[in-house]
């Protein structure tokens, strides 16, 4: 039987990725994508609901899937303040995540961070990791954290430190050896295929991946 898929995040790096395939997949008969603007693919079965993520409210049962793909996330520099970034990486997060499972969906695939951990005193990581212990709670059967790090891929727009820094982590990449593998940079079309892949599995309980997993398990997808 197809499955209804729900994708937040889909104009995002890895977000647009994980829509590719998605909609490649024979498994889903129906593609929600919830965003703030379209995502610029087109297909008979996509259902693009274009709308504020803070209005979730309105949308009312097109929310209603089986599969949850949540890839939203932004940086603090790009948000402006750190409460724009919470706004984003944790209310956003936790809001499409629990007005999903209120609809019934079972299974949800979440990218998060490398580093992610409540306790921590990187704002960032700390933001992260209240995400996952909020979403933890809202009771899916299936639910799969996945923690890369650095993300690598064209973002679309022009960041001229960030390229840099993806070349050089490419470039470094073979040289990360022991316990400097996990920081090797992961590029956005391999968390994608690793995210559609642990669904597919369909195994029950929580799951989390930290980056070296996420590289094995997207490897060739």
């Known amino acids: 039987m197809s499955r209804v898929a729900i994708l937040f995040g889909a104009t995002g790096l890895v977000g647009g990725e994980c829509l590719k395939r998605l909609l490649a997949s024979p498994r889903y008969g129906r593609v929600v994508v919830v965003s703030r603007r379209p995502s ?40 402006g ?21 209120e609809r019934g969906a079972e299974r949800l695939a979440m990218v998060s961070s490398l580093g992610a951990d409540p306790r921590s005193w990187v704002f960032y990581n700390r933001v992260k990791g209240e995400a996952e212990v909020a979403v933890r709670q809202l009771g899916y059967r299936a639910l799969h954290l996945l923690r890369p790090s650095v993300l ?13 820094a993806a070349a050089l982590l490419r470039g ?48 060739g997808g």
């Open 152 to 164: 690598l891929g064209d973002r679309g727009e022009h960041r001229a430190g960030e390229a840099a």
């Open 81 to 101: 303040s750190q409460a724009a970034f919470r706004q984003v990486d944790y209310d956003l997060v936790v809001g499409a995540a629990r007005a999903c499972v």
């Open 40 to 79: 610029g693919q087109q297909a008979a079965k996509l259902d693009e609901v274009v709308t504020s993520l803070d209005a979730l409210a309105t949308v009312g049962e097109r929310l209603r899937a089986d599969d949850v793909f949540i890839t939203l996330g932004t940086t603090i520099k790009k948000a």
């Open 172 to 219: 470094v990449a073979p040289a990360m050896l022991g316990p400097l593998k996990r920081y090797r940079g992961v590029e956005a079309s391999v968390v994608a295929a690793a995210m559609v892949r642990v669904v597919a599995e369909d195994r029950v309980g929580v799951h989390v991946y930290e980056s070296e997993a996420v590289s094995e398990l997207g490897a």
